[in-house]
């Protein structure tokens, strides 16, 4: 379907305000909240679970930080923002999709052998809890979310206690951490390689409509991708322009050092950066929020982490298999933010 929506019938449509209507009635634009399995991950602490999915309604109890619920189903409810009104039902009443992270619990067999250039991880459980030392009692370090991708240097073996850890390595912070097999993924060579690499690079064009809260993508005349994401907020609006992704890395330690606790973030393993900006701005992945349609970011595009994946393998540069970041300027991908 998307190859019959054309880039000029897009121009058309967003000139006339009836872009964002169309493209979601013609199922164009990705499923906003779809949890891709049953559980949901809060990601503060005091979300309300109201009788019905409404404000509204009768709030019934409050979830804490990092709570795991099932999600029994995805129904309409009130708007949490302009394009999102998708609610979860969840044991005992309905909570805003916004709130929660999709998740799974995905457990995975160890993985012995790593290349000496290190391999990309992904977390396949809701929370992780890293060890500052490879052994089940030592000191806690960072805990990491689902979804979120890590450099792996090795594989560790603890004799003593016949435990088994991925050794990851951040390069923002220079330290080591350990994270127990079962709960990451090894991302495999084939998952790195380049999307549409026989389109020409000019045919190759990412457009972001702030208004919409809308990334499409197109080849030549034709769609072939849209999401809804979440651009800068108030104070750090995403510049608007014509720019490249010329640095890219397929797992980000981002952070700030801003001294108001209100503005502050210390977010590692961010999956999946495709910079366009010296700035930092960038598409990247999102394990902190479920809220796409509103403006929340501190200038950067958040996107759903498999949305982000997708712009990451289809655009240029490709990030060499074995590399964890690349920075090409003058090169890269066209993108558009209007």
């Known amino acids: 379907m998307t190859n019959k929506f054309s880039r000029r019938d897009f121009l058309k449509l967003s000139a006339s305000g009836a872009l964002g209507v169309v493209l979601s009635e013609l199922g ?8 891709p399995a049953s559980q949901g991950r809060t990601i503060w602490s005091g979300i309300p679970v109201y009788e019905e999915p409404s404000f509204l309604a009768r709030e019934l109890h409050l979830l804490g930080a990092d709570q795991i ?9 009130d708007e949490g923002n302009p394009f999102n009104k998708a609610w979860y039902k969840v044991e005992d009443g309905y909570t805003y999709s916004g709130w929660l992270q999709p ?9 012995y052998e790593i290349p000496a250039k290190g391999q990309l991880g992904e977390i396949t459980v809701p929370v ?14 960072y805990r990491l979310y689902y979804g979120s991708t890590h450099w792996v240097k090795k594989t560790v073996v603890t004799r ?22 079962y709960n990451m993924r090894l991302v495999q060579d084939d998952e790195l390689s380049l999307l549409s690499p026989d389109v020409p690079e000019s045919e190759k064009l990412i457009h972001v409509d702030l208004s919409l809260q809308l990334v499409t993508a197109f080849e030549g005349d034709s769609l072939v991708f849209s999401s809804r994401c979440s651009s800068g907020g108030k104070g750090t609006r995403t510049p608007a322009g014509e720019f ?7 797992s980000v330690h981002m952070n700030n050092q801003d001294e108001d606790v209100k503005t502050h973030y210390d977010l590692p393993g961010v999956p999946w950066c495709s910079f366009f900006t010296s700035y930092g701005n960038a598409f990247h992945g999102t394990y902190w929020h479920n809220d796409y349609g509103r403006p929340r970011s501190h200038g950067c595009v958040n996107l759903p982490s498999e949305d982000a994946k997708w712009l990451y393998r289809w655009s240029r540069p490709n990030v060499p298999i074995g590399e964890d970041y690349v920075h090409l300027p003058g090169e890269g991908t066209k993108v558009q933010v209007v």
């Open 28 to 35: 164009l634009v990705h499923a906003l909240a779809a949890p």
């Open 69 to 77: 619920v099932e999600l029994k189903a995805q129904v309409d409810g």
């Open 103 to 111: 998740v799974e619990t995905r457990l995975h067999k160890p993985v």
């Open 128 to 141: 992780c809890n890293t060890r500052l030392d490879p052994y089940i009692l030592g000191k806690k370090g």
């Open 160 to 181: 003593e206690e016949k435990s088994i850890w991925y050794e990851i390595y951040d390069s923002e912070i220079e330290q080591s951490f350990y994270v127990p097999y």
């Open 244 to 250: 490249q992704t010329y640095h890219k890395g397929p």
